[in-house]
């Protein structure tokens, strides 16, 4: 059902000048993508003014625009003009509005914090569908509608793409959905207006100082997700200093908050663990009770992500019971810690995995050590255009492996040397690295230096399958190099 351009904004403080009663044909906030009848929405970008392409969005057929100033003649044209003084919202506030609020219509859990929110949200995404739940996922890897995975451009969309997801997820029948919600959504109102059932947060590391400049400025922006605007029941870890401002705050704003951690103090703690080579088992103490779990994920940050999961499910509801059966089946979750399957026998495991932190490049090297028997050699580099002063940091936490590989990530529109310049500017012990700027060739040096028993971790790109080199999109795949050149290496060692 359509609505005209005042019905979209009724209950929002704003002027609209012209008649406002044309019905919107859809919504637009990229000039390049008007279509005729469509509402274009005027933003100020950190690279150019969205207000300079009102006439460029007109001449392509919008009839209505949003802007933060009046921006066109409106009473000399029959197109309406919205004057608001924040675009952003107003266009979250439209969208929600124009497909009449579909995140009311399930229950949706969204999950912030540098690391973890991929892997929490298959979790709860898992649990939900053993409980009985048609389920949603929306975030990095792709989103997933009742288990049908579609391609995302971004961890989390704009909001006219956001909210066409959801009323899609509601017209399939959705009854939970789990999202990723990243701190330049946050910051940029991509989730205004959506409502929340459960916010979770799961830890603040470094990242993104590019764009949010320090880190304070970081977490209030993951930190919007559980203030007054985002009414909800809270799940956050505590483990960090930052988990435990984020309770001090929610306590004080009365909400109701499960708590998560290592620390006995968490509402939701481990009491014993035990970690095999495939699989995690764990006691937990869930709210003073204790229960026995057993999934096949690895790695003690995993543990973190399986807590914050449960938190969200007794937020749903979901009993404890099915919560820990649940897990028990729980899938690989792609790209994290994933273990390269190559067609021959290879003395050599290598895994692939997503970190591209320093705090994730650390747990992610110190899981494949309790995995590994022998030497733990990573292959790692860092994405262009993005947070550099991350870049030594990650240098100096890969000497925690035996040996490094540095090589190129997403170089983006950087030099790719340069950017391996300001990673190795954080490594000490020259005996322990060296630098091969082609990921493929980085792969099969890492093999050749490897000897029988040791482990490969190759990190940053996860379930990416392609690498950006300037506007190019080359097809790569980690997983898939990883493998071919493994059987390069070992093929003569096939046993069957
Ligand atoms: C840093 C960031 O998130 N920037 C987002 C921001 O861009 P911006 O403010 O620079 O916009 P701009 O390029 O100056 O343009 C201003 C306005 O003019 C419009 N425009 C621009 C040019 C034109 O020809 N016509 C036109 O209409 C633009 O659509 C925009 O509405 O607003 C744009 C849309 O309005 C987003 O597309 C853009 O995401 C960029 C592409 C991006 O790369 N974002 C990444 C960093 C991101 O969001 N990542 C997170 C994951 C992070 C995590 O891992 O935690 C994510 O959620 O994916
Ligand atoms: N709880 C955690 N704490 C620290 N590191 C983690 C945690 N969970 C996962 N990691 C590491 O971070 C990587 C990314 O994990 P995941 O994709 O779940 O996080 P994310 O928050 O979704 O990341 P992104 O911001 O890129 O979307 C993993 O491959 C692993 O190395
Ligand atoms: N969501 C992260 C992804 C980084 C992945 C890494 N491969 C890179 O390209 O830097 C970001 O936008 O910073
Ligand atoms: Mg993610």
Partial sequence: MTKTCSELFQGMDCTIIGNGNEEVAGLAFRS?????????????????????FAQDAIDRGATSLVAERKVYL?????????????SRKAMAYASANYYDNPSRAFSLVGITGTNGKTTTTYLVEHIASVAGNRCGVIGTVGNKIAGVMEHAERTTPESPDLQKLFARMRDAGCTVV??????????????????????AFTNLTQDHLDYHHTFDDYFEAKAL????????????????????????????????????????????????????????????EVRGTRIAVEYPLVGRFNVENVMTAFGCALALGIPTQIIAEALATMPAVPGRLERVRPAVDAPVSVYVDYAHTPDALTKAIASIKELSGGRTIVVFGCGGNRDATKRPIMGAAALAADYAVVTSDNPRHEEPDAIIADIV???????????????RSAIAAAIALARPGDAILVAGKGHEDYQLVGDEVLSFDDRVVA?????????????D
């Fill in 32 to 52: 390049d993508e008007v279509a005729p009848g469509d509402m274009f929405f005027c933003i100020v970008g950190t690279v150019v003014d969205g207000h300079s």
């Fill in 74 to 86: 409106a009473d000399a044209t029959d197109v309406t003009e919205v004057v608001v003084s924040d």
């Fill in 178 to 199: 789990a999202m990723e919600v990243s701190s330049h959504a946050l910051d940029l109102r991509r989730t205004w207006d959506t409502d929340f059932a459960v916010t």
């Fill in 225 to 284: 997700l559980f203030s007054k605007d985002y009414p909800a029941r809270r799940v956050i870890s505590i483990d960090g200093s930052w988990g435990r401002e984020l309770l001090r705050r929610c306590t004080a704003a009365g909400d109701e908050v499960i708590t998560t951690g290592f620390d006995v103090s968490a509402q939701i703690h481990p009491v014993e663990v035990t970690y095999e080579a495939a699989r995690t088992k764990a006691v937990l």
């Fill in 425 to 439: 500017a954080g490594m000490e012990d020259a005996e322990r690295f060296t630098v091969e700027p082609d990921r």
């Fill in 483 to 495: 493998a071919e050149e493994l059987e390069r290496a070992f093929g003569g060692a096939c046993s």
